[in-house]
Structure formats: structure tokens, C-alpha cells
Nanobody, 125 residues
Framework: EVQLVESGGGLVQAGGSLRLSCVASGFTFDDYAIGWFRQAPGKEREGVSCISSSDGSTNYADSVKGRFTISRDNAKKTVYLQMNRLQPEDTAVYYC??????????????????WGQGTQVTVSS
């Protein structure tokens, strides 16, 4: 059974940091790109970042570039999203997803068939 389990969300003040983790099981982790997406109430889902399966290439939404860093540890089947200088507009449910986007770090949700349940991130002002 394919599983993606996110953790690390919570409540933080503006300017603070959080690190999200996504632990995968039930598929060949090394073969899949992993993306982080978020959805705030009343807003469309947004592709935040993606890391490729092959060379570790990364891609970020303009809204998080320079503040968020995605990384993966294939031995632990885990992907991380380090989020620094958080702002209230970063408040959302954050999801990780596994897929084969083309290009290899594209952030289109339709390219990701496997999804986790999400973790809430709330940034207070």
C-alpha cells in the first residue's frame, strides 16, 4: 500500500521556522519526484516545491523562493521542507505527493498520483 505521511506542522509566529517531513512507503521511493503542495481555505492548491528523483534538482514557487528549502534522504525514504521566515500568508494545509512530473521538477498537481493526508501550518502575525 502506498503511503505518504506528513509531519512537522504547527503554530508559529511570523518570522519563525518549521521543518516538514514526508515519510514514504509502499513504492520505489528513489524512482519518484516528490512535491510539496499547500491549500489555504478558499484558495486553490498551490505547488510549493518539487525535488526530482534523479539528480536532486529542485523547483520553487516564487512566493517561497529564498525562504523554503526542499531536500530528500532516499535511505530514509523521507523528503523535508525547511520553511524559514514564515509569514501569515504561508498558513495552509501542506501536502506531499509522489509522481513523475515532466519536466522532472514541474509542480503540476496532476502529475502526482500519490498524496499524503496533509499537515496544518498556521503562522500568526
Amino acid at each position: 500500500e502506498v503511503q505518504l505521511v506528513e509531519s512537522g506542522g504547527g503554530l508559529v509566529q511570523a518570522g519563525g521556522s518549521l521543518r516538514l517531513s514526508c515519510v514514504a512507503s509502499g513504492f520505489t521511493f528513489d524512482d519518484y519526484a516528490i512535491g510539496w503542495f499547500r491549500q489555504a481555505p478558499g484558495k486553490e492548491r498551490e505547488g510549493v516545491s518539487c525535488i526530482s528523483s534523479s539528480d536532486g534538482s529542485t523547483n520553487y514557487a516564487d512566493s517561497v523562493k529564498g525562504r523554503f528549502t526542499i531536500s530528500r534522504d532516499n535511505a530514509k525514504k523521507t523528503v523535508y521542507l525547511q520553511m524559514n521566515r514564515l509569514q501569515p500568508e504561508d498558513t495552509a494545509v501542506y501536502y506531499c505527493a509522489a509522481g513523475h512530473p515532466d519536466p522532472s521538477v514541474d509542480r503540476k498537481a496532476s502529475a502526482f498520483p500519490y498524496w499524503g493526508q496533509g499537515t496544518q501550518v498556521t503562522v500568526s502575525s
